[in-house]
C-alpha cells in the first residue's frame, strides 16, 4: 500500500473547508466528487487500485454514523419507514454474491472487456475473477452504505441547510477547476493541475481535438469532466429556477459556458438531452399562459445568443468553421471514429456476455461497456436491474405530490439533488464503464426518501415563501 501525500494534503484542506462552514462530513463528501482523479493511497495487493479521495469521506460519514448512541434504533426507524432501502440492500447482497459466484460459474463461457495489468486501458479476455471484483463492489456497497448513513441524518436531524451549501461548494469548486485546467492550457502551462491527479490509472489531460484543448479540470479526461459538468449545471440550474439564487444562476452559466468548451460528446449530447424537459416546462408554460420570470430570462438568453451567432456568421462566413468541425468530429461522426466503435463493440459483448450467462449477469466489477445501462444489465444481470430500476423509480419520482408538506427551500434541494442524479445517470448512459450509478445517485436516493418520510409525517400543506440567495 502506497500513501499518496497529495491526496491526504487534499483531503486536510476539504476537511478544513467543511469545519469552516460547520459540517465536515456531509460538505467533506460531496466536495471531494469534484478531484475525479486524486487518490488517497495505491493498493498493490487489489491489481493497483486506488481508491478515490470520496472513499474516505464516504468512509468517515458511515463510521461516524454507525457510532451514534442510539444507532440501532435510529436504523430500526431506517428500515421500518423507508421502503426503498430494502431494495437497496437487497442489490447490495447480490452485488457482492454475485462479484464473488458469477466470474467462477461462469469462467471462460464468455468473453469480457477488462482493466490491463498495467492499468492503461482495457483488453479482450475470458471471463474470471478480476481484481475489479472487489474494488467495484466495495465502491458499490459503500456507495449504498453512504445512502443509509444519510437517511440516518435526515430522520434524525434537519441537514438540508449542509447538503445545499455542500452541493454549491462542488459546483463551484468544478468550475474553478475548469478554469485553471483551461488557463494553463491557453498560457502554454500544459497540465498544471497534474500533481493532484495522484490515481492509477490512464489520464487523458493534455489532449487537444480540432485545434482546440479538452478540459478536463481535476477529472482525468474530458468525458468524465462534461460528465461532471452536466450534474453541476443540472443542480444549480433547477436551484436557480425553484429560489431564484443569484449564486446558483451565475454558477449555472459558468457551468455551461465551460461545458461548451469542453470538447466533450457527453457533454454535448448529455446538454441536448437535458435540453428536453427545460424545452417541455417552458412550452407548457406558453401554452397555459402562465410564463414565469425565470424561464423568460432563459428565453431571452437563447435568442441573443442565436442572434449573436447569426450576426458573427454573416459578418465573417468562416468564424465557426472549426467549431462546425470539432461538433462533426465529437457528436455527429463519433461512431465512425476509432474511438466510437471500440466503445460500441464494449457494448456489444457486454450485451452478449448477458445473454450467455442465461441473464444472471457476469457479476459487478468483471467487464467493462460503454453505457451505464447496459454495464447494469450484463454485470448485474436481469435481477440486480430490476432491483436498480426500483431506486431509479425512486429518484425519477422525486417528491411528487407530497411537496406540499415540505418548506419550499427543502423542496428546492431535494429538486436540485434529483435533477443532479438523473444528469449523472444521463452522463453514465452515454459512457459509463460500470454498473455502479455514482455517489450522487445514493445520496439522491436518501434525500428524497428520507423526505417523503418527514413530508407523509406532516398533517399540513407548507406555504411558507421560499428564501432569496444573495
Sequence with gaps: MQVSFIGLLVCTGILLLGCYFRAPLIIGLIVSLTFGATAVVTLGSFGGSSPLIFTFFAALLVTAVAFRRRIWRHLGDVFGEIRPIWALCGLMLYAMVGAWLFPRFFAGDTIVFVQSTMRRGVVEAPLAPVSGNISQTGYFVLGGLTAIAVCVL?????????????????????????????????????????????ANYAMLSEVKTGGFWRITGAASEASAFGGGSLACLAFCYVYWRKTKSRLAGGLAVLVLVLLALSTSSVAYVGLAILSIPVAISILRSFLSGRFDKSEILVLTVVSLGVCMALAIGLYDEGFFTPYVQLLDSMVINKGNSSSGQERAYWNAKSMEAFFETSGLGVGLGSSRASSWPIAVASQLGLVGGLMMVVLLVVVFRGMGSLKQYIDPET????????????????????????????????IAVAVISANRVRALGASTPVTRLPTQDS
Excluded: E, W, Y
Excluded at 454549491?168 to 500533481?195: E, F, N, Q, Y
Design 154 to 198: 435526515l430522520l434524525h436531524k434537519d441537514i438540508m441547510d449542509q447538503i445545499r451549501r455542500a452541493f454549491l461548494l462542488s459546483c463551484g469548486l468544478h468550475c474553478g477547476m475548469g478554469l485553471i485546467d483551461l488557463i494553463g492550457k491557453l498560457a502554454g502551462a500544459g497540465d498544471v493541475l497534474r500533481p493532484i491527479r495522484t
Design 411 to 442: 423542496n428546492a434541494v431535494v429538486s436540485s439533488v434529483r435533477a443532479c442524479a438523473l444528469a449523472s445517470i444521463v452522463a453514465g448512459s452515454l459512457a459509463g464503464g460500470s454498473a455502479d450509478p455514482g455517489i450522487v445517485f445514493f
